[in-house]
């Protein structure tokens, strides 16, 4: 059964620092990587999909890429915010749909 | 964009009841959406698989007489937690797969306690 690592598990950085999350998979042969955010007591959003056929991807400030032949993955977050204080989750999939998350990182962002 | 639809946000129930959650997907169409249960500081755990016309695939430890999935249409999947109990209480949150673009969404999850 897959297993998701994410380092570290809390993260608190001033405002405007760069930042790397870190998520790593225990089966390497990722088909589809996903990065959450959840804020409490709340559902999930959707940051970035990486597909199988790609290696990174981008959307405004946050770049995520993923390493298959290792399995592991990074969430990278450009000049921080406070309103980027949430949980981040990785979830990947090895088939598909079924996907396997992370237990989370969760980033304060001092102002 | 794609939404999933969570209904109840929140439950308090009295133990031994029996308590339904719907997910819906509002502008796509899924066949197969996915149950996960969250505690407090804990990830999401994959609960259940729910395949549209056909019964849903239990995880393992997951007791499927207990969490009953029901996926009767492409937009719509239930979970009743029958005979509830305390230990049942914790963050339910569905997903869904949007086949056009293999994007999971979640719905905004179900906060139950049981008295």
């Known amino acids: 059964k897959q297993e998701v690592t994410q380092i570290p598990a809390a993260l608190s950085v001033p405002e405007g620092e760069n930042l790397v999350l870190n998520c790593s998979f225990t089966?390497?042969?990722?088909?589809?990587l996903q990065w959450f955010r959840q804020d409490p007591g709340k559902g999930l959003t959707s940051l970035l999909l990486?597909?199988?056929?790609?290696r990174e991807q981008t959307s405004g400030r946050l770049n995520a890429s993923l390493d298959k032949s290792s399995g592991r993955s990074t969430l990278y977050i450009a000049a921080s915010q406070p309103g980027d204080s949430a949980t981040y989750l990785c979830?990947?999939?090895?088939?598909?749909?079924?996907?396997?998350f992370g237990t989370g990182t969760s980033l304060t962002v001092i102002p | 964009g794609a939404v999933v639809s969570q209904h109840p946000s929140r439950v308090i129930c009295k133990s031994g009841t029996s308590v339904k959650i719907e997910c819906r997907s509002l502008?796509?169409?899924?066949?197969?959406m996915f149950w996960y249960r969250q505690f407090p500081k804990q990830s999401l755990m994959l609960m259940a698989t729910?395949?549209?016309?056909?019964?849903?695939?239990?995880e393992q430890g997951v007791e499927k007489d207990k969490f009953l999935i029901n996926h009767a249409s492409l937009t719509l999947s239930t979970l009743t937690v029958t005979s509830a109990h305390p230990e049942d209480s914790s963050f339910y949150i569905c997903?869904?797969?949007?086949?056009?673009?293999?994007?999971?969404?979640f719905g905004s999850g179900t906060q139950l306690s049981v008295l």
């Open positions: 997903s869904a797969v949007d086949g056009t673009n293999e994007k999971l969404f």
């Open positions: 089966d390497s042969a990722i088909y589809n």
């Open positions: 990486i597909q199988s056929s790609q």
């Open positions: 979830a990947g999939s090895n088939t598909g749909n079924q996907f396997y």
């Open positions: 502008d796509f169409q899924a066949t197969t």
């Open positions: 729910s395949n549209e016309g056909s019964k849903a695939t239990y």
